[in-house]
């Protein structure tokens, strides 16, 4: 008995050292990373900034969206963000300068300028003939905010009597294939159709021939997904790159969409309720 009350002790005793060393290193830890009640439903995981957006993508961007139709409040935002990033666009000034005196070539730059403008028309900086030099600046801002990301596509040849050969094509995110993941032979690896090297850099990217969700016009797509790639050198991928290794783009708006919701869903509520009560 005698060593049974021995042995019980000294596991109590045990245990009191193990609860003060526990105590002393939670004093030493940040408060923010302590496990308690207050915490404990905290979901925390140590996960790459793609594998975060490849399960969230899709539907980020498409609730995005529809804030933006319906709420005037996420349609204020962005129009607020557009006007103050654009304005009335963003000019180019020409600065070629001569090579005796340094003094800037006014002549030349003016020929310049004037051909810049020329080019900036719609029916010849874009390859559809529908958005002018202006229109497609605010057409990118646009959908990097809403979409979280917008890709340019360089088109190497002329449109519209155009002497320059090159326009431009705006190509909407959801016709990049978020679900090809991939490894190359050449060990190019493949991430939500993002084509990178060893290094992280983009070499390629992996575009449908049509719009996925253009299913009010299905009689004109084609039975089978068909993907082309583009070579990085002809893309400008425009997005916000918030963590290292981050391959596409998240909409601005991904940490007001819940809040927006609720917000609709209340004002919605207490109308339906006012109404109610009015007519009795």
């Not at 969206?65 to 020409?94: C, E, H, P, W, Y």
Request: charged share 25%; hydrophobic share 40%; glycine share 8%.
């Amino acid at each position: 008995m005698a060593f049974l009350g021995f042995g019980r002790v000294n596991g109590l005793r045990q245990q009191l050292q193990e609860a003060q060393t526990r105590n002393q290193n939670l004093q030493r830890a940040y408060a923010a990373a302590q496990n308690n009640r207050l915490t404990s439903d905290w979901i925390n995981q140590a996960t790459s900034a793609d594998s975060e957006i490849r399960g969230s993508i899709r539907l980020l961007r498409n609730r995005a969206r529809q804030l933006v139709r319906d709420s005037d409040f996420a349609k204020a935002a962005l129009r607020a963000v557009r006007n103050n990033v654009v304005g009335t666009g963003i000019k180019m000034q020409a600065q070629v300068r001569m090579q005796r005196g340094g003094r800037l070539a006014e002549e030349v730059n003016s020929r310049i300028e004037e051909q810049w403008t020329r080019w900036g028309s719609a029916k010849r900086c874009h390859a559809g003939g529908k958005l002018s030099w202006y229109d497609i600046q605010r057409l990118c801002v646009t959908s990097m905010l809403e979409s979280g990301e917008v890709f340019v596509r360089i088109v190497r040849q002329p449109f519209g009597g155009s002497q320059v050969p090159m326009a431009l094509e705006i190509v909407e995110s959801d016709l990049l294939d978020d679900d090809y993941n991939a490894i190359e032979k050449n060990g190019n690896e493949i991430r939500m159709g993002v084509e990178i090297d060893k290094w992280g850099r983009a070499v390629a990217y992996h575009f449908f021939d049509y719009h996925p969700g253009d299913y009010q016009f299905s009689y004109a797509q084609k039975a089978v997904k068909r993907r082309v790639r583009v070579p990085a050198d002809d893309i400008i991928h425009l997005y916000l790159i918030e963590r290292p290794g981050q391959t596409r783009g998240v909409s601005a708006f991904a940490t007001a969409i819940m809040r927006l919701r609720n917000l609709s869903g209340y004002e919605e509520a207490e109308i339906v309720a006012a109404r109610a009560s009015s007519s009795m």
